[in-house]
């Protein structure tokens, strides 16, 4: 997702009222909403009553940090529903890769959600690796992929017309296992990482070394 599209999302959550209730709304939002509304009539009755502001000083204090926090905690995951809305509509062709966690190297899989993901992988790796055993992730390594004009045909069809769409291209390649993934990577509107799975070399081949550059 481009930086724009990303400042739009959360533009147009912005513009709504955080208290009307809107179709996309989720119970998250709508609990929120309840608290904010809570919130504004006990702020509202410790600014009448001075006497009950001083008995009940934490809770005034709460309620007004709950009334500055909760508008934009609301913003916020409005404009990522707004953005599942959107990579429903633009990525569905694509499976979202589950990272359980990462860094600029590295990022993490759970077995169950690899075996969901690249079966044949799955079954590949104990075979070549006596971590898989104790291991309850399997890592792949990252490299960034600068040029889309290096990609193989194979991986420009299966995009489908859609790399436009991604902040950037990535090559995941699985500890141990010499062939990659063409990932996909997203940043949402509040700065959180998704990750799609574009083209899968599978066990048979390996990658081009102008890829890893």
Do not use: C
């Not at 966690?101 to 690796?129: C, N, Y």
Request: hydrophobic content about 40%; cysteine-free.
């Amino acid at each position: 997702m481009s930086g724009k599209l990303a400042e739009q999302l959360y533009d147009e959550a912005a513009r709504t009222s955080v208290s009307e209730e809107v179709e996309s709304d989720d119970n998250l939002v709508r609990h929120w909403q309840d608290e904010l509304r809570e919130a504004q009539e006990k702020a509202e009755l410790y600014r009448e009553d001075v006497g009950i502001a001083r008995a009940f000083r934490a809770d005034a204090k709460h309620t007004a940090s709950a009334i500055v926090e909760l508008p934009s905690r609301i913003v916020s995951r409005r404009s990522e529903i707004g953005y599942d809305l959107w990579a429903k509509s633009h990525l569905s062709t694509f499976r979202e890769i589950p990272v359980v966690s990462k860094d600029k190297a590295f990022a993490s899989v759970t077995k169950a959600d690899l075996e969901s993901l690249a079966p044949e992988l799955f079954r590949a790796i104990p075979l070549k690796s006596a971590l898989w055993a104790d291991w309850t992730v399997w890592n792949f390594r990252r490299n960034r992929l600068h040029r889309a004009r290096a990609l193989p045909a194979e991986a420009v069809q299966r995009a489908r017309g859609s790399l436009e769409h991604f902040e950037r291209l990535e090559v995941w390649q699985a500890v141990g296992m010499a062939d990659p993934w063409l990932v996909g990577a997203m940043t949402t509107p509040t700065g959180r990482e998704r990750f799609y799975m574009l083209y899968d070399w599978g066990l048979e081949g390996t990658a081009d070394r102008d890829l890893l550059r």
